[in-house]
């Protein structure tokens, strides 16, 4: 497709059950991102891939998330045992080189919504 | 770390009105400054940027420059139209993270 492209577009949850949210980045884009953006806030940063490799997951919340890129493409948000206050959009975006000469413009979905009850 | 303060919203002009958004900043380092913005129901997209100080980013009628004796990137435009109604987010961009701003929520009516 020519954009990111995100999928659930919604998610309800029950408190306690594991959720997997993808990403499919544009083709051939070496950077991927994910960001969680609660209601009425900015996106916060979770993490970044550079091909397959994890480069930066300073911003993941708790050891309940975990995200993965096996083949350098399509990239998987997991969230396990879910709280409410995981609820939030889950922002996915991707560049097409990698951060050598500082980060520039990020291509973003549409985001997944999850909401925990 | 970094961090980003805008004016809160909502903002409401009426159609060619000027525009302005107000944004200043805190980074370790010499950021790249962003503004991003998100129409309805679309994703965000990049508004325009700018990579060190002084520089001036523009797109669209928008206007931002790059002020480091400020630590700010205020957004403007001179006219605005009801097709800009959106929410803007100011951004610092550094290493491999962007921080956002809240965003500001622009509706403009005719």
């Known amino acids: 497709g020519a954009g990111v492209s995100q999928s659930p577009r919604y998610k309800v949850a029950k408190r306690g059950q594991d959720v997997a949210l993808r990403c499919d980045p544009i083709s051939g884009h070496v950077s991927l991102f994910w960001y969680q953006q609660a209601l009425g806030q900015g996106p916060e940063f979770l993490t970044y891939?550079?091909?397959?490799?994890?480069?930066?997951k300073s911003g993941l919340p708790s050891d309940r998330f975990f995200a993965e890129r096996p083949e350098g493409s399509v990239s998987t948000l997991k969230i396990q045992r879910t709280q409410q206050e995981d609820s939030a959009v889950y922002l996915c975006?991707?560049?097409?080189?990698?951060?050598?000469?500082?980060?520039?413009?990020?291509?973003f979905g549409e985001g997944s919504r999850l909401t925990v009850l | 770390g970094d961090s980003v303060t805008q004016m809160e919203g909502p903002v409401t002009l009426s159609e060619e009105a000027f525009l302005t958004i107000n944004c200043t900043y805190t980074a370790t380092g010499y950021p790249s400054l962003f503004w991003y913005v998100q129409y309805p129901g679309e994703g965000l997209q990049l508004l325009l940027k700018?990579?060190?100080?002084?520089d001036k980013g523009s797109n669209k009628g928008f206007e931002a420059t790059y002020r480091k004796e400020t630590t700010s990137f205020h957004l403007e435009k001179g006219s605005v139209q009801v097709s800009d109604s959106a929410v803007y987010f100011c951004v610092t961009g550094t290493a491999s993270k962007l921080t956002f701003g809240t965003g500001t929520r622009l509706q403009v009516t005719l």
């Open positions: 891939f550079q091909n397959e490799a994890q480069l930066d």
């Open positions: 975006a991707s560049t097409l080189v990698g951060l050598a000469g500082g980060i520039g413009e990020l291509f």
């Open positions: 700018a990579t060190k100080a002084d």
